[in-house]
Nanobody, 115 residues
């Protein structure tokens, strides 16, 4: 089982990034997919989630209207489009796959937003 995130980097305030999470080794289409983030000294928090069957989405209040989560089941990949980035979005971003009690995590990708 692997979840491999990519697309992080350094961006200025107001800029955009698109994170990708490529999954392998499990039935991706059956799993709810989420993006979490963790800033230094803070707890990991849920940023966005997308369900397996209908692709329903949910977002943290802090990113609503700026971030969009999507998935491509044919490519076993989940995306996080991040627009209008703010310095407070700086964090390590993690991909998560969940199916009942089964939980998989990626290794994370760093996003840094400069002011």
């Amino acid at each position: 089982v692997q979840l491999v995130e990519s697309g992080g980097g350094l961006v200025q305030t107001g800029g955009s990034l698109r994170l990708s999470c490529a999954a392998s080794g499990f039935a991706f289409r059956n799993y709810h997919m989420s993006w979490y983030r963790q800033a230094p000294g803070k707890e990991r928090e849920l940023v966005a989630a997308i369900t397996s069957t209908y692709g329903s989405t949910d977002y943290a209040d802090s990113v609503k209207g700026r971030f969009t989560i999507s998935r491509d089941n044919a490519k076993n990949t989940v995306y996080l489009q991040m627009n209008s980035l703010k310095p407070e979005d700086t964090a390590e971003y993690y991909c998560n796959a969940r199916f009942f009690r089964t939980d998989y995590w990626g290794q994370g990708t760093q996003v840094t937003v400069s002011s």
